[in-house]
């Protein structure tokens, strides 16, 4: 696994980017990866800052990067992939549809302990982006996001570049 960092116009800054042979294994908002191996395959560079760039400019509905799917397993890549097969871009889907949907919960009996399980399992999604996470919110709202206020943040930036959120005055994505 080697690491690259992709400059962005997310109220975060820039991401941080694991990379494998499979394709990505890590992509995250905040804090740097530290000293991890640097990738210096230029493909890889080229085609993970250009695919990243052209969703974040709004010239692509997909981020179309192979996943690699090792570092989530059982109950948590179920989800996730869920999420990734049938959450498209523009839409959105709650905690506990999410649950629902991918069949994981089956049997829990406590009321909404699926939903609040979901929300801890997008909290520690390995590959946010690619994985669109900030695509699931709130049964009553946005809901929360990792990161605290710039996490939230980055959550509305990116719903408001699909076009789930109305534009505020301080927009400063593509439109």
């Not at 740097?32 to 250009?50: F, H, M, N, W, Y």
Request: hydrophobic fraction near 40%; include cysteine; charged fraction near 20%.
């Amino acid at each position: 696994m080697s690491w690259l960092t992709v400059e962005t116009p997310l109220p975060s800054g820039p991401m941080h980017i694991a990379v494998t042979p499979q394709g990505v294994a890590a992509a995250g908002y905040l804090g740097r990866p530290g000293e991890l191996p640097q990738c210096t395959d230029r493909s890889k560079i080229d085609a993970v800052s250009g695919r990243i760039g052209e969703y974040l400019a709004g010239r692509r509905r997909d981020v179309g990067l192979p996943i690699d799917w090792s570092l989530s397993t059982g109950p948590h890549r179920a989800v996730l992939r869920t999420l990734w097969q049938e959450v498209p871009f523009g839409r959105t889907i709650t905690y506990g549809e999410l649950a629902a949907r991918s069949g994981v919960f089956e049997g829990v009996s406590e009321p909404g302990l699926a939903a609040r399980t979901v929300g801890q399992m997008m909290a520690a999604n390995p590959v946010a982006l690619l994985v669109p996470c900030h695509r699931v919110v709130a049964a009553d709202g946005l809901g929360g996001f990792g990161g605290g206020r710039v996490g939230i943040d980055v959550k509305r930036w990116l719903l408001t570049l699909e076009g789930v959120l109305e534009p505020t005055l301080d927009w400063d994505g593509p439109l």
